[in-house]
Each structure stands twice: as C-alpha cells, then as structure tokens.
C-alpha cells in the first residue's frame, strides 16, 4: 500500500527521510524554514505535478520517477547518488542537477544546469534541451536521442556514447572520450574531440576551428566540415569528407578522402612522422 500526500507543502529539514513506497502528487517543497534533504534515503518514490525549491530532495533515492515537476535553480544539487531514475515531462534547474547515479531514463525534459550529469552512468534519454556549462563530466554509458545541447565542455572524459540526431553548439567537447559514435547530427564549436580515443561520426555535420587534434582511431563517414581549419593535427584519422575544408594540419596516419582541402599543412618541426593520406575527390592524390 502506497501512502500519497497530495496539495501539501513541505519545509522542514527532511521532512520525509527514509521514506518508502510513497506517491508526491501536486506538492511543494518550499517555506520559510528552508530545510534540505526533503526525501534523502528514500525509496520507491513517484512524484507528479510538483514543485522543488530548497536544496538536495533527491539524494540516496532508490527507485525514483518524476514526472510534470519542476526544479528551481535553488534547489541547487536536486539529485545525487541515486539510482533507478525516471524522470519526464519536466524541468531540471540547479547548478548540479544530476551526480553520481546510474540507470537514469529521461524524457522530454527542460534543463538548465551547469554541472549535469558528472560522474553518472547507465544514461538514456530523447527530447533533452540542455543548457550547461559542463555537461556530463566522467560518465558512462550514455544514449541519447533528439539532445539539444547548448553550453561549454561537454562529454570530456566520456566512455560508451551514442549520440542520434541531435544539435550541440559547444566547445572543447569530447575531450579524452572513448568509444563515442555520433549519427546523423549537428556539432559547432571549437576544438572539437582532442585527445580523444575511437570516435566514430556517421552523417555529421561539424563546424568550428581545430577540431580532432592529438586522436587515435577518429573516423569520419559522408561527414561535411565547414569553417574547419587546422584539423586533425596529430591524429590517427580515417575520414570520408563530403564537403571542402579549410585546411588540414600534420595528420599523423590513415587516410582523409575529402571533395576539397583549401590548404595541407605539413611542417618540418612536427613532433611525430605525419604520414597520413590526403586524397581530394578530384582524384589529385597528396
């Protein structure tokens, strides 16, 4: 048996800790006495039609779903160390929404937060915008789907990520990333997936200067480049380019097809022997 509390208003410090197999429907978290930790270590939780004011609700909540609620900026870390999380049709604010959980389902979500998803894992969403100065720092095993994304260095240091038709203005993303394949998407920004270790980009389209420097295993398939210079310096790069490029710089090995490359740079002090193949679809091979 469930207990629902329904209309109420909670403002004390914990005022549901260890809570067990409860139902929050059109509450508030809120008041003057500006108490923390309104559900921490509480389990199977589902919360409809609510609103979240104060700091830390959703810490240590095993089985949690969320749905038609909203998070204000002050509420700051809402969810932390957490695990078994759905959440949809709703708004995440705060400047650390989302830490350290694993097995997260989102949809439909609104969320402006500019340390999300650090340190998390097991992560599937569709229909995210997402505003963020730093997103998804250190996690794993992520799939996600229509992501609008808007903000600074994002996926650094990533692992396990599938990204489809979705749109990132960003820059210094990917960064020391392993094992991301992005599809049939939109990336603008600069410095795009230094250091970075088997990347796979299908159908993109990648604007923005400097971009793939220092990788080993990037490969680029029917990709555009625009506004693309200086790319791919010190990479280990197999790309088929379906547009032109600015210019290229010392890619270390493997093979860029590309329909046309306005400048090859290849200098005498490289640090590492850049023998990559440049060949531009006008068959005139470099």
Request: hydrophobic share 35%.
């Amino acid at each position: 048996m469930r207990v629902i509390y329904k209309n109420q208003t909670f403002e004390n410090e914990r005022d549901l800790y260890g809570a067990k197999d409860i139902i929050i429907d059109s509450c508030l978290v809120d008041g003057k006495k500006d108490g923390e930790s309104f559900l921490k270590e509480a389990s199977n939780v589902e919360v409809i039609n609510s609103k979240f004011h104060l700091r830390y609700p959703f810490w240590h909540v095993t089985n949690l779903s969320i749905s038609t609620s909203e998070m204000n900026e002050t509420c700051r870390a809402p969810i932390w160390y957490s695990k078994n999380i759905n959440i949809s049709n709703s708004k995440l604010n705060g400047i650390k929404a989302l830490r350290e959980c694993e097995y997260i389902n989102l949809t439909n979500l609104s969320i402006n937060s500019p340390e999300f998803g650090w340190k998390s894992h097991h992560i599937k969403a569709i229909n995210i915008a997402l505003i963020s100065e730093y997103a998804f720092l250190e996690a794993s095993d992520i799939h996600l789907n229509n992501l609008t994304f808007e903000g600074k260095y994002s996926f650094q240091y990533c692992k396990d990520v599938t990204i489809t038709c979705s749109k990132l203005e960003t820059k210094d993303c990917f960064w020391h990333a392993k094992n991301v394949i992005i599809k049939n998407s939109i990336i603008s920004g600069e410095y795009l997936a230094w250091y970075s270790e088997n990347l796979t980009f299908i159908n993109c389209k990648i604007s923005g200067t400097q971009p793939f420097c220092y990788c080993k295993n990037l490969t680029l398939i029917n990709c555009t480049m625009e506004s693309c210079d200086l790319a791919f310096e010190y990479s280990e790069v197999n790309a088929n380019i379906v547009s032109s490029i600015k210019s290229i710089k010392n890619p270390r090995s493997g093979h860029i097809n590309v329909s046309k490359v306005d400048e090859i740079i290849l200098t005498d002090d490289a640090k590492f022997p850049c023998e990559a193949i440049i060949e531009e679809k006008d068959e005139n091979k470099i």
